[in-house]
């Protein structure tokens, strides 16, 4: 009697923590991006609660939208090419096979962009990296990681890793050049590279205490510094994005991420992530970049936001 009684508790404790709740996950996904909206836009997570759209914006399977009189908005489906078109005064649940109308018009057309459907795998792929998990450490004095590959040019040259310590500097060693970093109280050390030729180099950082060398990483990183025809492509793509959509600069974070300017890219995420902290579908894109990066501290404080805020 007393075991069963013992059972029924730790079961009562689990049911009112929560332990078995099915909220969201981060296997969730998006199924459709709001964009292009006029007026006063508002969307739901369950009905309840309505709150604005101020700019583009991932929804989930059964979230609603509606329009005002005089607003409009557009759909944009991430397992197709389809654009639906809210009118106004229309409101609707979002559906990944389409939505449905509760009220109101909505008009659909095949959109041109291939950028939804590239967003929605690229998301898929990167929320694995929303896992907390503390970074591990070494048995013997420290454990310090920087990327293992990652581009650079003139326009985007810095390297970053973490500071264990305002007591250490650092000899950053790319190929045959050498260069002292000083230390610094910042969590990150940021720094700038220059006078590189463009190639393929291997790179590691040295972390110095009073002067002598207190830490060398077993394995070196891989290091990419781009030509001019290379710069210039890239240029070309960034004046493309611009063009298309100025507001959402986690788009060219993507584009960073997927060309390997992984600092640019992180800059760029960050960048939107504080002045649009209520995207938390967004994160899990920083938080792939921080993972690469090696800056496991703020990865891990990312990655807990996003669990957190999962759904909202």
């Not at 950028?115 to 694995?128: E, M, N």
């Not at 002598?212 to 240029?235: A, F, I, K, N, S």
Request: proline residues 4%.
């Amino acid at each position: 009697m007393k075991n069963i009684i013992i059972a029924l508790g730790v079961a009562m404790f689990f049911l009112s923590t929560g332990f078995f709740s099915q909220g969201p996950t981060a296997a969730q996904e998006p199924v459709v991006k709001l964009i292009q909206a006029k007026g006063n836009v508002w969307y739901s997570t369950g009905g309840e609660e309505w709150k604005p759209v101020r700019r583009n914006k991932f929804l989930y399977e059964e979230w609603k939208v509606k329009t005002d009189p005089g607003a409009t908005c557009k759909l944009s489906h991430q397992n197709s090419n389809r654009l639906e078109a809210l009118e106004p005064d229309t409101e609707v649940i979002v559906r990944a096979i389409g939505t449905q109308v509760v009220r109101g018009n909505v008009t659909s057309k095949k959109s041109s962009s291939t950028l939804p459907g590239h967003l929605k795998r690229k998301l898929a792929k990167v929320q694995k990296y929303t896992t907390v998990q503390r970074a591990a450490t070494s048995g013997d004095r420290m454990a310090h990681s920087t990327a293992r590959w990652m581009v650079l040019n003139e326009a985007y040259p810095f390297l970053v890793w973490e500071n264990p310590g305002d007591e250490y500097a650092y000899r950053l060693v790319v190929g045959e050049n050498s260069f002292e970093v000083p230390g610094s109280k910042e969590p990150v050390i940021r720094y700038s590279l220059a006078g590189l030729e463009p190639g393929e180099y291997t790179y590691l950082v040295q972390i110095l205490y009073e002067d002598e060398v207190y830490y060398t990483p077993e394995q070196m990183g891989t290091l990419v510094w781009m030509d001019r025809e290379q710069t210039q492509q890239l240029r070309q793509k960034i004046n493309t994005l611009e063009g298309e959509d100025k507001t959402n600069t986690y788009v060219l974070g993507s584009l960073f991420d997927d060309e390997g300017l992984k600092v640019a890219a992180m800059d760029e995420y960050r960048s939107y992530m504080n002045k649009h902290p209520g995207d938390n579908e967004i994160r899990p894109f920083l938080v792939k970049v921080l993972h690469e990066l090696g800056l496991a501290a703020i990865r891990e404080k990312e990655a807990l936001l996003y669990r957190q805020n999962a759904g909202n």
